[in-house]
């Protein structure tokens, strides 16, 4: 099995190469949409193509090529992330009105029209998905679009949820600490890529989330890891030991999880832990806020704001709280649906090829 990275084909601009260094001989980075198209053509037979990439506007060509390269492939709709309301796009005065008037441009317009075109090109030559395997029922509207009537469609349990149940052998020796979830907010690459100003800079971030952190740590009388976001390579802003490559094990084994909005609470619901979402008006000057009041209202919580004298009123007992309920609905329908298959990602593929 190789990864293919169309990091620098599907992204607007160039992102710190961030791959662990055991996986980089298993990677294949392509750089041109020839080279990318001539790898398929070269390698097609008996192989299949495995992708989580949308079909949309911007990733048409995606489609195309391996259209034309007749490749098969299946889609991966195998990872969890709440619907976001419609607050979180919401933009101050100055930029609705300078985004109304960029879209109203005939250069906009004529670009948009161009690659209308494109999009309506590539269905035309779509040849369809083998399978999809998806843990959201129904399946939803733009899927539908790469499937015909035989595609086949394999309910699975998700990605985390298969991750977790191999995270038994990552002992953590210590287990008298709680866990926070780094997502890498100030550095983020979908923030760099999109060009999206977030409205404080990552002094004021770490800052305040250090000081949060060191309450809840004196409060509860556990010591802080921090579970490092992916992409987080030689950078450490934090105040506390940082762990990278085992978010799962250092969930499994904490007595407290603390997140923004990361998936990776996914194994909090799995695990069976106490969860806490922290915001705080530093975020809330920009969509992540509502990101994390949405991720929060998921597990019928409500985040915990650190930029003022809540941390210092925070009950014990209710901190610690587990909704077991909350969390066996969760997994159900998220997770591991009843009637979902248990076999990795990774079988299921391969028996698609025998």
Not at 18 to 33: E, G, H, Q
Not at 107 to 118: A, N
Not at 138 to 144: A, D, G, V, W, Y
Not at 180 to 196: K, L
Request: with cysteine.
């Amino acid at each position: 099995m190789k990864y293919l990275d169309l990091v620098s084909l599907l992204k607007s601009s160039s992102l710190e190469d961030t791959c662990p260094p055991d996986l980089k001989k298993d990677v294949i980075y392509i750089k041109s949409k020839s080279e990318f198209r001539n790898f398929l053509i070269a390698n097609k037979q008996d192989s299949i193509l495995a992708t989580c990439v949308g079909l949309q506007v911007n990733s048409a060509w995606f489609y195309r090529i391996i259209s034309k390269a007749e490749i098969p492939y299946v889609f991966l709709d195998v990872n969890f992330f709440p619907k976001l309301s419609s607050k979180n796009k919401i933009k101050s005065i100055s930029t609705r009105i300078k985004r109304y008037f960029e879209k109203i441009s005939p250069i906009y317009l004529l670009h948009k029209f161009i690659r209308s075109i494109d999009f309506y090109y590539t269905l035309l030559l779509l040849k369809p998905t083998v399978a999809v395997l998806h843990v959201k029922s129904p399946i939803r509207s733009r899927i539908l679009k790469i499937c015909n009537d035989q595609t086949i469609f394999i309910r699975t349990t998700s990605s985390d949820w298969n991750t977790a149940h191999d995270a038994s052998n990552q002992i953590i020796e210590d287990k008298n600490y709680l866990v926070f979830i780094d997502q890498y907010i100030p550095y983020h690459p979908d923030f760099v890529s999109r060009g999206i100003d977030l409205k404080f800079t990552p002094e004021e971030y770490y800052n305040e989330l250090n000081i949060a952190l060191q309450e809840i740590s004196t409060k509860t009388g556990l010591k802080v890891l921090i579970a490092a976001h992916p992409r987080r390579v030689g950078k450490n802003d934090y105040n506390f030991p940082v762990s990278s490559n085992n978010t799962a094990s250092l969930v499994k084994y904490s007595k407290l999880v603390i997140a923004h909005y990361s998936t990776a609470v996914n194994f909090a619901a799995v695990y069976n832990k106490p969860l806490v979402f922290f915001t705080s008006e530093l975020l809330n000057r920009s969509y992540i806020g509502t990101s994390i009041s949405d991720m929060a209202h998921t597990f019928n919580k409500e985040p915990l704001t650190i930029s003022n004298e809540i941390l210092g009123k925070i009950n014990l007992d209710e901190l610690m709280r587990v909704e077991k309920e909350v969390y066996t609905k969760f997994i159900q329908e998220n997770l591991s649906p009843p009637e979902s298959n248990s076999s990795s990602i990774g079988i299921l593929i391969h028996d698609l090829i025998k």
